[in-house]
């Protein structure tokens, strides 16, 4: 079965600085990759997604993303954050062939010092 | 496009009653899924609908629980005689058909079993 992993439960940064966000998945064959944003009482928001071609995607918000296959890695990365960045961020993957339901990772929540 | 907008919001319940939660779907996806996510986690999978069919059911998705599309349209969630471990946040999604559509979520409804 597939899987995700979210190392970091939590990241603190100043506003202005990169951020990399990371996300590791484990499935036999080559997944649809997802990055979601939730904020407080706020539904799940798709920042960007990868099913093939252009190893680096780029999504909403200035964020992007990069597939490394040979990692089993979907980092999110931002140059610059903003304060209203802060919330928890939720990487996912997707069966190859079917979109019937995405496995997500456990999330990172994101706090952003001013 | 109005989203994905799901009732209540907020439900607070007692151990043992039985609860339903309406799921209002983007009005042109006729794919319709729902998630379960706790403290601390991300969403996990519970069912899906093509159309008024339910395709899928999660190991997740006990006997007390059931779910129907029946136009598929609308879709509602039931848990009958409820247990404190239910208390959860109940997201609902929907998609067009095609393997690589986005699932577009909805804020979700808080269930607390006191």
């Known amino acids: 079965a597939q899987s995700v992993t979210q190392p970091d439960i939590h990241i603190t940064v100043s506003e202005g600085a990169s951020l990399e966000l990371r996300c590791n998945y484990s499935?036999?064959?080559?997944?649809?990759l997802f990055w979601y944003v939730q904020s407080p009482g706020q539904g799940l928001q798709l920042l960007l997604k990868?099913?093939?071609?252009?190893?680096l995607v780029q999504g909403i918000k200035g964020f992007e993303a990069e597939f490394k296959r040979s990692q089993s890695s979907f980092n999110l990365r931002k140059p610059s954050v903003h304060w209203s960045d802060a919330a928890e961020y939720f990487c996912?993957?997707?069966?190859?062939?079917?979109?019937?339901?995405?496995?997500f990772g456990t999330g990172t929540r994101l706090q952003v010092t001013l | 496009d109005t989203g994905v907008s799901q009732n209540p919001r907020h439900k607070i319940t007692k151990r043992g009653q039985n609860v339903t939660f309406r799921c209002d779907p983007i009005?042109?996806?006729?794919?319709l899924y729902w998630y379960r996510q706790t403290l601390g986690q991300g969403p996990e999978f519970l069912t899906y609908?093509?159309?008024?069919?339910?395709?899928?059911k999660s190991r997740l998705l006990s006997d007390r629980f059931s779910a129907e599309r029946p136009k598929g349209s609308f879709s509602t969630l039931e848990i009958q005689r409820t247990e404190q471990g239910d208390s959860a946040m109940y997201l609902c999604?929907?998609?067009?058909?095609?393997?690589?559509?986005?699932?577009?979520f909805g804020p979700g409804t808080r269930l607390t079993v006191l």
């Open positions: 999604a929907s998609s067009l058909s095609g393997f690589t559509d986005t699932q577009y």
């Open positions: 499935y036999g064959a080559t997944p649809y």
């Open positions: 990868y099913f093939s071609g252009d190893t």
């Open positions: 996912a993957v997707g069966l190859t062939g079917t979109a019937s339901k995405l496995t």
């Open positions: 009005s042109e996806h006729n794919r």
């Open positions: 609908f093509q159309n008024e069919a339910q395709l899928e």
